[in-house]
């Protein structure tokens, strides 16, 4: 699945389960037991390990030491594995550096939750509103912060949405509609000459 396949996926997913794309902060411990999944927290031998999914038992575990906005974000990528891999009964362990052969899922998984909780049809007006008003690198990183709050996500889901979404933002802030954007992945972007700045890095750069 391509990056924009994969982003209307999750909208029709999202609209099945009753959400609107201007509706967050978005709930995907709710989302998931309303989805037939249960959810509980355990001690993992290892504390890289993140959450599992357990497509066969509709079971997700999370590690015990998440932070709530963790929880909601991790609750959200074991949901997408459950939802795109209802088919293969398998097991995910998901963890920081997951091994090659995972890889696919594993960005599957983590695209999927970042556009559920945070989709880019509200966050890039979002962004517009508001970039008029951020001069330097301490207002853009309270904005981020703010966001964070505002969809009930860690800080890093925000820093890394304007990073993978750095093609789309550029394009919607040049006046590009939302119905129009070209949504492509890094590496398509890179297959077609493309090279823009991130909002992140352009603000670093003032430092
Ligand atoms: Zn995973």
Redesign the pocket.
Known sequence: MKKAELYAHVERFSRDNKLKPDQYPRNALAVSTQYGLTVHYAEFTSDRIRGV?LISDNLTILNYRLLPRQRNYFAA?ELV?HDNHGDIKTE?Y?SVGNPDNRKY??WE?NEGAAEFLVPYKSLLPTIKCNIRDIHSPDDMEVFRTNLAKQFNVPKQTIYYRMERLKYAIYQYLGGTPLSQLVIISHKEQESRGISVNSLNDVYDEML
């Open positions: 999914a990528h594995h995910f998901c899922y594993e998984a």
